[in-house]
């Protein structure tokens, strides 16, 4: 998919390749509600998938409502998230990732955990 970047996004974008190239493992991105984030953090997704071979994508947001809007949103980005995962679901094989909540988590910390490795993690407006 492709989209108009705003200057912020480029920078972004610009920065999370140096910190690949440097091996760094995490990047905090802060930007104003309605700025691009969720676009911005799908592109990375994409692009950790597609060329990194990461095994997954989990994005973790604070409600049951966001989870829909990120899984619609991946799907525009060709990435396809599972927006029901719960306690008795398991990843279907034509997902490359889920969108689960924070409460969600919490109730099962260590099966996230183990799920998590080799995974691209998102934390969504995590404050």
Partial sequence: MTFHLR???HEALDIYHQ?????AKTLLWEATPGSGKTATALQVC??????????RVII?????????QWAQAADRFGLHLDSRFGSKRRLAADYQGLVVTYHQVAQRPEFFAGLS????????EIH
């Fill in 19 to 23: 910190h690949i190239a440097n091996d």
């Fill in 117 to 124: 490795r080799g995974a691209v993690v998102v934390l969504d």
């Fill in 60 to 68: 973790v947001v604070p409600t049951a409502h966001l989870r829909l």
């Fill in 7 to 9: 200057a912020w996004q």
């Fill in 46 to 55: 994409l692009h950790q998938v597609q060329t990194l071979r990461r095994a």
